[in-house]
């Protein structure tokens, strides 16, 4: 089975210029990483938040050291170690930052996003202080995104792509199934052994966005924000095989 949020259902008040910053900064930075090569692996660990680094722990001497351990919080959120990394990040970025940043305001938003970020960070770095593996990715401070999109517009629809084989289907898929659902997957895979995914990062910036955003969010702005569309209606897309699901596409 295949399932994939698209859009929301959420008008804007003006553009979301500093995700589209962040979005853009994102992508240039991946682009950045692919034209070095055999040494984008050590532009990962130089830029990449290494807890060990972070913390003071021994680490090899071979390790790259361009910049400080706490300047690795913030470069390491405009990384990512690969394309489908990158494009994941970049969806749910697209689909759910313009909304929080419209009820934060751009200035505030830039802090709340970089500060849900650092708060991820620390997270996933307190599980292995010593650990001498960088993390990179958007991921948390996404995550803080979801997290503040969760309180502000919990009953908003999610229009989600449903496939079985070659049928699929657009559903209108409340934001609080979607998100709590993105939430309890983290929780559910903390176990995995051997996994190269900052779960507890996801869970820490996730946190920090839903404690973050009373205080962030506009004076005007509620909580727990209505519905603009009835949930779980559902349309089709037709698909053959020369041709792309073709799904309109309302994104502000």
């Given at each position: 089975?295949?399932?994939?949020?698209?859009s929301?259902?959420?008008?804007?008040?003006?553009?979301?210029?500093?995700?589209?910053v962040i979005?853009?900064?994102?992508?240039?930075?991946?682009?950045w990483?692919i034209s070095?090569?055999?040494a984008?692996?050590?532009?990962?660990?130089?830029y990449?938040?290494?807890?060990?680094?972070?913390?003071?722990?021994?680490?090899?001497?071979a390790?790259?050291?361009?910049?400080?351990?706490w300047t690795?919080?913030?470069?390491s959120?405009?990384?990512?170690?690969?394309?489908?990394?990158?494009?994941?990040?970049?969806?749910y970025?697209w689909?759910?930052?313009?909304?929080?940043?419209d009820?934060?305001?751009?200035?505030?938003?830039?802090?709340?996003?970089?500060?849900c970020?650092?708060?991820?960070?620390?997270?996933?770095?307190?599980?292995?202080?010593?650990?001498p593996?960088p993390?990179?990715?958007?991921?948390?401070?996404?995550?803080?995104?979801?997290?503040a999109?969760l309180l502000?517009?919990p009953r908003a629809n999610i229009?989600?792509?449903f496939?079985?084989?070659v049928?699929?289907?657009?559903?209108?898929?409340?934001a609080?199934?979607?998100?709590?659902?993105?939430?309890?997957?983290?929780?559910?895979?903390l176990?995995?052994?051997?996994?190269?995914?900052?779960?507890?990062?996801?869970i820490?910036g996730?946190?920090?966005?839903m404690?973050?955003?009373?205080?962030?969010?506009?004076?005007?702005?509620?909580l727990?924000?209505?519905?603009?569309s009835k949930?779980?209606?559902?349309?089709?897309?037709?698909?053959?095989?020369?041709?792309?699901?073709?799904?309109?596409?309302?994104?502000?």
């Amino acid at each position: 089975m295949f399932f994939l949020p698209i859009s929301d259902d959420n008008p804007t008040r003006q553009r979301p210029w500093i995700s589209y910053v962040i979005l853009g900064l994102c992508v240039g930075v991946f682009y950045w990483q692919i034209s070095l090569g055999v040494a984008q692996q050590a532009a990962i660990f130089g830029y990449g938040m290494v807890p060990a680094r972070l913390f003071g722990a021994p680490l090899d001497a071979a390790i790259p050291n361009p910049v400080s351990g706490w300047t690795t919080l913030f470069t390491s959120m405009f990384m990512h170690g690969g394309l489908m990394h990158l494009g994941g990040n970049m969806l749910y970025l697209w689909i759910f930052s313009d909304n929080v940043e419209d009820s934060i305001g751009r200035g505030r938003f830039i802090i709340f996003y970089l500060l849900c970020g650092v708060c991820a960070a620390f997270a996933q770095a307190l599980t292995d202080p010593s650990s001498p593996v960088p993390m990179v990715g958007a991921s948390g401070a996404i995550a803080g995104v979801l997290g503040a999109y969760l309180l502000l517009h919990p009953r908003a629809n999610i229009r989600c792509i449903f496939g079985i084989l070659v049928f699929f289907r657009v559903m209108n898929v409340p934001a609080f199934l979607v998100l709590g659902g993105w939430i309890v997957l983290q929780f559910t895979n903390l176990g995995q052994v051997g996994s190269n995914v900052a779960y507890v990062a996801h869970i820490g910036g996730f946190i920090a966005g839903m404690v973050l955003i009373p205080f962030f969010k506009q004076s005007h702005v509620r909580l727990f924000e209505p519905a603009h569309s009835k949930a779980f209606s559902v349309s089709r897309v037709n698909v053959s095989p020369a041709h792309i699901p073709n799904v309109t596409r309302r994104k502000k």
